[in-house]
């Protein structure tokens, strides 16, 4: 996973890596961190120098100098729970979610984690984004997707059209959202989630990842080399 706030970039991955660039991607170092585990992302404070990243034996990592070093903020009693994504909301605010709906959150910078429990299915959460009017969405398996119009106070399922697992809801605008998943599954909404109508892309892996560029490009990416690129959104 990886995380651009102003010229700091992190990304981070296998065995506890965390790789830094303060200039834009240009250079890179490597962190220092106090885990081995996979790390599955990374998040940064809206304001300020503070960095959170999650992973494997739902571990929380903290770093107050922009990414250059890292302490273990949290870690769950059970060693099989992971940690998928994390999203920073400002004001000290960040939620964390992974396998098995596990959802820990908090409102104090981390001095302090609530678990909670977002559905009553043990679905994994794949990913959780944030829209341009401040909704919360979560992508899980089983068709599963998730909205909040609180900061994650309450969540209210969405109606999908498909029951496999998506990993990722990319709000384009106020309205428009698109869903991704396995086997090159996409989905569009114009209605803010209300209905949804698939898209064809021709691809047969998994779509785990997708950004909106300047100019109306539209990147997905995923397994099997699948990279996807849209030019404008008029016919997404």
Known sequence: AGALIGSTVLVV??????HRSVDG???????????????????????????????????????TDQGATWTVQYRAD???????????????????????????ETTDDGKTWQRRRLVADDVHFNRITRGPTGELFIAGERGTLLRSRDAGAHWEPLKTP???????????????????????RLFRSSDDGATWRPIETGATGLLATSLQLKGNFLILGGSVRSLLVKIGRAHV
Not at 13 to 18: D, L
Not at 78 to 104: E, K, R, W
Not at 168 to 183: C, E, F, K, Q, Y
């Open 25 to 63: 991607g240009h250079t890179w170092q490597r962190a220092s961190t106090p885990v081995r585990v996979m790390l599955t992302g990374v998040a940064g404070a809206p304001q300020g120098n503070q960095w959170w990243s999650v992973g494997h034996e739902a571990v929380i990592l903290t770093s």
């Open 78 to 104: 059970n060693p099989q729970d992971s940690l998928l994504d994390l999203i920073a909301l400002g004001g000290g605010h960040v939620i964390a979610i992974g396998a098995y709906g596990l959802c820990v």
């Open 13 to 18: 991955g296998e065995r506890g890596a965390i």
């Open 162 to 184: 498909y029951d496999g697992s998506f990993y990722g809801v990319l709000p384009l605008d106020r309205r428009t959202l698109l869903a991704h998943g396995l086997r090159g």
